[in-house]
């Protein structure tokens, strides 16, 4: 057992921790097992393992980082990690007083953080888990070792905990958006009559890349299809290009879409997207500080349900931070199983959401604006605000 303590001291833990200990007050819950990759980074100010980041399966388990915190103890605080982690900690020491880095499994990380939760007296506490980030055999495990203990749910508390950035956070957000624009732009400019979605795909990744992003997707269409796939369909004269990228600097996640055309646009396509804009700016209004995120997405919605385009047009908006589709739940996604939870809550500053507005028209294609904006006191900052207009494709 590779096991380190006493390495670091209590001043360099790197988040909110008064806000943490509050919230598992208000849960009832003693110790929080953080195994998600996103809520490990954030307990560990940003840190993730390069080896695993593509993917998590190696041999016949799988990599499992575990971060232990109990409320208002973080000089008992344990990290769980890979046996590669060593070198790790060796250039950017982690800041948990007690480290478990000889694991290969998950049965192996687990049997640590057992170890862990019995010698910080947690065996019979209410542990707060993620379900959806505990493997079935970990969760065995700790249900088996720790009868008496009772494991619940953490994951709307953990979403609670990152809802409101820090500036730091904020840094890495608008870092994230600015890349993913600029690359979005870029690509759209290189592509060219008889450029494949596939190809255009192809410099998307490369255009982020090269600007120091992390390429996660991109949903792509090409003239009247609604259909956001790779493939080898090529961009025509005077169609319509709608591009949509994920990307994440240091973690954190860009997320926009822009829209090209190959040509100039004409009257039409600038009354569409102006259609599109103004729906945009009726939720951009909305945004600040104390407001409550149902009012602006309703006035967004009223604005859209006045519009020639609402028949084949849909707005939403969600949080942005280290994964898309996280707090202020504010619209209800039953695809992605969570209800708009915060619809009735005021915003507040440091959050940051993605405002999007999609067009399915029946002729022209798809057409959309998507746009992460920061909550601030007296309103919003758009984030990588670059292109919102018809950007020209062919011109590179």
């Known amino acids: 057992m590779n096991v380190e303590k006493g390495r670091n001291t209590i001043s360099a833990v790197p988040f909110d921790q008064a806000r943490l200990d509050g919230l598992m007050d208000e849960a009832g819950i003693d110790v929080v097992l953080a195994t998600s990759k996103h809520n490990t980074q954030y307990l560990l100010g940003g840190y993730k393992f390069i080896f695993f980041s593509a993917m998590d399966a190696i041999g016949h388990?799988?990599?499992?980082?575990?971060?232990?915190?109990?409320?208002?103890?973080?000089?008992?605080?344990?990290?769980?990690?890979?046996?590669?982690?060593?070198?790790?900690?060796?250039?950017?020491?982690?800041?948990?007083?007690?480290?478990?880095?000889?694991?290969?499994?998950?049965?192996?990380?687990?049997?640590?953080?057992?170890?862990?939760?019995?010698?910080?007296?947690?065996?019979?506490?209410?542990?707060?888990?993620?379900?959806?980030?505990?493997?079935?055999?970990?969760?065995?495990?700790?249900?088996?070792?720790?009868?008496?203990?009772?494991?619940?749910?953490?994951?709307d508390m953990m979403e609670r905990l990152r809802a409101v950035k820090t500036p730091v956070e904020l840094a890495k957000l608008k870092k994230a958006s600015e890349l993913i624009t600029d690359a979005m732009l870029a690509t759209i400019a290189a592509a060219r009559e008889g450029s494949t979605k596939t190809e255009i795909i192809e410099r998307l990744r490369r255009e982020e890349?090269?600007?120091g992003a992390h390429f996660e997707y991109c949903l792509l269409t090409l003239g009247p299809s609604h259909n956001r796939a790779a493939s080898d369909q090529a961009w025509k004269k005077g169609e319509v290009l709608s591009i949509d990228s994920g990307g994440n600097y240091r973690g954190y996640i860009g997320d926009l879409c822009r829209m090209g055309v190959l040509g100039e646009p004409d009257a039409e396509l600038e009354d569409l997207l102006a259609e599109i804009e103004t729906v945009q700016q009726a939720a951009f209004?909305?945004?600040?500080?104390?407001a409550l995120g149902g009012d602006m997405v309703a006035h967004a919605e009223s604005v859209l349900k006045a519009s020639k385009v609402a028949a084949y047009t849909d707005f939403f908006a969600h949080g942005m931070g280290l994964i898309t589709?996280?707090?202020?739940?504010?619209?209800?996604?039953?695809?992605?199983?969570?209800?708009?939870?915060?619809?009735?809550?005021?915003?507040?500053?440091?959050?940051?959401?993605?405002v999007e507005t999609t067009m399915l028209h029946p002729t022209r294609?798809?057409?959309?604006?998507?746009?992460?904006v920061a909550v601030t006191a007296t309103g919003y900052e758009m984030f990588g605000e670059r292109g919102r207009g018809w950007n020209r494709g062919g011109t590179a």
């Open 61 to 155: 388990s799988r990599y499992l980082p575990i971060v232990i915190y109990g409320k208002g103890a973080p000089d008992r605080a344990a990290y769980v990690g890979n046996r590669m982690e060593g070198g790790e900690h060796q250039n950017h020491p982690f800041w948990t007083p007690t480290l478990h880095l000889s694991n290969w499994g998950t049965l192996d990380s687990t049997a640590h953080a057992i170890e862990h939760l019995r010698a910080i007296g947690a065996g019979a506490a209410r542990i707060g888990i993620e379900p959806a980030f505990l493997p079935a055999d970990a969760y065995v495990a700790i249900r088996d070792a720790l009868p008496d203990a009772e494991l619940v749910d953490v994951t």
């Open 209 to 211: 890349t090269n600007r």
């Open 285 to 290: 209004a909305g945004v600040k500080a104390g």
């Open 325 to 354: 589709h996280e707090a202020p739940f504010l619209m209800t996604n039953h695809p992605v199983t969570y209800e708009g939870t915060y619809a009735a809550k005021p915003l507040e500053a440091n959050m940051v959401l993605s």
């Open 365 to 372: 294609g798809f057409i959309k604006l998507e746009d992460t």
